[in-house]
């Protein structure tokens, strides 16, 4: 089974485009999606009408929290993160899934930075650039997007692999800390397109938790 895994706050306007895409890209597949909110607005309604599984988180627990959640939450043999804001195509799910299902690797990272996403600003794509470039200095690991909210894991990944949720940056962890222990990692690339809704990212707070997250790694591997 293939469970897709998404965080919301607040995204009516995207959730029903979002599921609905999901729902077309896994038809005659056995599926689940699974949703960890904390909205104020008609998100997990929409999304429980269009047969999300919902669990809800009120007040917020922040990113991290709510990532790690979802990931324990979900029963698939492999499962698929997305952000629930139109970023990422759905259509690419089966692709990634069937990467892991079939045994090629354990973890796919669909990787938005083939080159600049005319969606996504500079100073973003130079940020995500450094990140990436800290992270193969520092902890070996080669990839160009250590933020993709899109990833396949397989169920030894989510069952094994032991995480921080405090704080933002969360992703970090989820595709560094699987290669130091070993599992295999393949990354392909995606088209990323224009979110839907504001954006909730608070870029300061990201920032600092990348480097801290990368450098804690970085040491203890050591």
């Known amino acids: 089974m ?3 895994a998404m965080i919301s706050m607040n995204e009516e306007k995207a959730v029903g485009p979002v599921i609905q895409d999901i729902l077309a890209a896994l038809d005659g597949r056995e599926h689940e999606i699974v949703m960890v909110d904390s909205s104020k607005d008609s998100t997990p309604q929409i999304a429980e009408q269009l047969g999300a ?23 698939g043999d492999v499962v698929v993160t997305l952000d629930c804001d139109g970023t990422y195509p759905a259509d690419e799910i089966p692709r ?13 990272n669909a990787s938005r930075l083939e080159k600049r996403p005319t969606s996504m600003p500079w100073p973003n794509y130079f940020a995500n ?13 080669k990839s160009t997007d250590l933020h993709s909210g899109m990833r396949a894991y397989s169920r030894q990944v989510i069952e094994r692999v032991e995480v921080d949720p405090n704080g933002p940056a969360l992703p970090v962890d989820l595709l560094l800390k699987p290669a130091l222990l070993g599992f295999r990692i393949r990354e392909v690339f995606i088209p990323y397109g224009e979110r839907i809704g504001q954006t909730t990212l608070q ?11 990368i450098f804690r790694l970085a040491f203890s591997a050591r």
């Open 203 to 213: 870029r300061w707070s990201s920032t600092l938790w990348t480097f801290r997250r």
């Open 53 to 75: 599984r919902v669990i809800r988180q009120v007040p917020p627990q922040g990113y991290g929290r709510a990532m790690a959640r979802v990931l324990k939450e979900c029963l």
């Open 129 to 141: 650039w450094l990140f990436a470039f800290t992270g193969r200095v520092l902890v070996g690991v």
């Open 2 to 4: 293939i469970s897709v």
């Open 96 to 108: 990634i899934a069937d990467m892991v299902l079939t045994g090629e690797c354990d973890v796919v």
